[in-house]
C-alpha cells in the first residue's frame, strides 16, 4: 500500500483548500492512503477528499488526545510530540506533496528530503540544496492530479 503525506497550513486559502480536496481524492482513487498532521486547513481539505472517494486518511496528532483531529480522519495517532510530530509524518511516508504551507510544511518538506523521499509541491515552497542546481529538490507541479502521479512514480521508484 503506498502512503502519500500532503502537508500543509492549518489556515489556507480557497484554493489551497480545493487543491488540498482534489490530492485527496486524486490519492484515494490511485489506491492509496494519505497521512496528514490531522487538524484543520489542509489537512482537513485533504482528509475530506480522500474519504469522499472512499480512501483512508491517517492523522498524525501534535497532542495528547486522538479525538482531537478533524473528522474525516479514519485513523489517528496522539502523539504529544507537537511539532516534532512531523518527523514521524515524513518517516512514514512513501512520498511527500506540499500544498501552500509555513514553516510548519517548511520543517515537514526538509525532513522528508533528508530521509530522501521524494516531495512534491504545489504552490508550496521553492527549495534547492545551496551550491545543487540540478537534483533532489521539491519536484514542482501544477495541479492535484500532477502532484499525485508525480509522487506515486517518483515512490515507485524508491
Known amino acids: 500500500m503506498l502512503y502519500i ?3 500543509g497550513g492549518s489556515d489556507c486559502t480557497k484554493e489551497e483548500r480545493e487543491l488540498a480536496r ?3 481524492r486524486e490519492v484515494a482513487r ?3 492512503t494519505v497521512i496528514c498532521g490531522g487538524g484543520a486547513g489542509v489537512m482537513e ?5 480522500a474519504r469522499e472517494a472512499g480512501g483512508d486518511v491517517l492523522g498524525i496528532l501534535p497532542g495528547s488526545d486522538h479525538r482531537l483531529g478533524n473528522r474525516h480522519l479514519s485513523f489517528s495517532i496522539a502523539t504529544g510530540l507537537g511539532e516534532a510530530r512531523n518527523a514521524i509524518i515524513s518517516r512514514t511516508a512513501d512520498a511527500v506533496i506540499a500544498i501552500g504551507g509555513e514553516y510548519g ?5 526538509a525532513l522528508a528530503l533528508k530521509m530522501n523521499k521524494p516531495v512534491i509541491g504545489i504552490k508550496s515552497w521553492s527549495l534547492q540544496k545551496p551550491g545543487q542546481f540540478t537534483g533532489p529538490g521539491i519536484i514542482g ?3 492535484a492530479k500532477e502532484a499525485v502521479n508525480l ?3 517518483a515512490a515507485g521508484a524508491e
Not at 105 to 109: G, H, N, R, V
Open 105 to 109: 510544511t517548511l520543517s515537514e518538506i
Open 141 to 143: 507541479a501544477g495541479s
Open 45 to 49: 481539505a485533504v482528509s475530506e477528499g
Open 5 to 7: 503525506a500532503v502537508v
Open 30 to 32: 490511485l489506491g492509496g
Open 22 to 24: 482534489d490530492t485527496g
Open 151 to 153: 509522487a506515486v512514480n
